[in-house]
Nanobody, 117 residues
Framework: QVHLVESGGGLVQPGGSLTLSCTASEGIIGSYTMGWYRQAPGKQREPVGTILSGGTAYYPNSVKGRFTISRDNAKKTMYLQMNSLKPDDTAVYYC???????????WGQGTQVTVSS
């Protein structure tokens, strides 16, 4: 069993930066594919990026060049570095682990990111 906890959310001005963390308080995640998702009010949850166990990351066009996913398997933590933030990036951000087909086995509880002046 893996228990994921996100942290680092908050209020940031447009153009600012923020780093989110996702830590596994229980379980081992080193071999898992992990990912970040977000859900804005009234919208469906959408992918922000995926990182393989070896560290290769993939991003949708909406965040490519602005967001960077990394991981430290020894610390059981994945990070989401977000730069050049826009109001449209406002959402609850979730981390996920252990991808099987199109299904993630584990999800965190989410952390709110608000981009506003």
């Amino acid at each position: 069993q893996v228990h994921l906890v996100e942290s680092g959310g908050g209020l940031v001005q447009p153009g600012g930066s923020l780093t989110l963390s996702c830590t596994a308080s229980e379980g081992i995640i080193g071999s898992y594919t992990m990912g970040w998702y977000r859900q804005a009010p009234g919208k469906q949850r959408e992918p922000v990026g995926t990182i393989l166990s070896g560290g290769t990351a993939y991003y949708p066009n909406s965040v490519k060049g602005r967001f960077t996913i990394s991981r430290d398997n020894a610390k059981k933590t994945m990070y989401l570095q977000m730069n050049s933030l826009k109001p449209d990036d406002t959402a609850v951000y979730y981390c996920a682990a252990d991808l099987s087909g199109d299904t993630w086995r584990y999800w965190g509880q989410g952390t709110q990111v608000t981009v506003s002046s």
